[in-house]
């Protein structure tokens, strides 16, 4: 069992910056998957970004040039750096961990953009 919790979200203006960070419960980076969604009301949750055991990462086109996705194994911690934020990033963000059949998700954080 893997818990994650996320935190960092909040209301900022168009253009500035903020990061998200997913706390996880164990050393999990070296074995999982992780992964930052987002889910708008009324729509379906979209991918964001991944970044694989090995260090390998990966962005939607629509956050490519703006976000990167990192992690820290000694503090068990993932981040999502936001920068370049716009009104169509404003979302709740969930972290995701996965590995073969198992799949963990965190409570989510509200970002807002907005001036």
């Known amino acids: 069992q893997v818990q994650l919790v996320e935190s960092g979200g909040g209301l900022v203006q168009p253009g500035g910056s903020l990061r998200l960070s997913c706390a996880a419960s164990?050393?999990?980076?070296?074995?999982?998957?992780m992964a930052w969604h987002r889910q708008t009301p009324g729509k379906e949750r979209e991918w964001v970004a991944t970044i694989t055991p090995g260090g390998v990462t990966n962005y939607a086109d629509f956050v490519k040039g703006r976000f990167i996705i990192s992690r820290d194994a000694s503090q068990n911690t993932l981040y999502l750096q936001m920068n370049k934020l716009e009104p169509e990033d404003t979302s709740v963000y969930f972290c995701n961990a996965r590995r073969l059949t198992w799949s963990y998700w965190g409570q989510g954080t509200q970002v807002t953009v907005s001036s």
């Open positions: 164990r050393n999990i980076f070296s074995v999982y998957t």
